[in-house]
């Protein structure tokens, strides 16, 4: 990335879009019958596909039952076609393994899992090209809305970055491979509480609250784009419900 500039002297970023703005998002839900909840979202260049099984019963172990929440249960996925090192395995390393415990706790703070004690719940993820995080948390809020499982609150993600003295909402896979310090936060937005928050490079103090808030309001945005898609999804089924 040596030489790129990534942000221009009249604030343009390197695709065109302003320091706080958005990539084009795109989602649907109910793509896949078979499962209990399922959603599609496209931002930027990247695609995440989410499905969701649950409530029921525990599988395996029934030792692994809480007797007072539901199970989350998180496995992510990356297409093998998305990277540029073929993976024989898209699943199951350690990158897999760390964003499916950040999906678990992300949506432990977001499902109501005090209402299906002694049950599980399994959210699955496939994802391709770039902002991992952000997209997979939108793609599996949608999905577990139509699986029609109880949450406190939506819970929309977003990145956000530091270059040259400005904070960017929403980096692309370009600003991300850039390497300079970059925020991944998942929001509650009712509430404002944060479901997660992780930094990966140094940022100084000084600087992190304009980087946070940038996140903030990005989620924020981020969450008017689903409520719009969810009510939409809501309007098509009382169509074909006949109601």
Known sequence: MAGLELLSDQGYRVDG????????IQARMGVFAQADGSAYIEQGNTKALAVVYGPHEIRGSRARALPDRALVNCQYSSAT?????????PHGDR?????????RQTFEAAILTQLHPRSQIDIY?????GGTYAACVNAATLAVLDAGIPMRDFV???????VDGTALADLSHVEEAAGG????LALLPASGQIALLEMDARL???????VLEAAAQAARDVHTLLDRVVRQHVREASILLGD
């Open 204 to 210: 100084h103090e000084d600087h992190l609250e304009r």
């Open 81 to 89: 076609f998305s990277t540029g090192e073929r993976k024989r395995r």
């Open 95 to 103: 990158k897999s393994c760390e964003m499916g415990l950040q999906l």
């Open 181 to 184: 310090p970059q925020l991944a």
């Open 156 to 162: 929309c993600a977003c990145s956000a970055g530091f």
């Open 125 to 129: 993820v496939l994802q391709a090209d």
């Open 17 to 24: 879009r302003r320091a706080g703005e958005l990539r084009k």
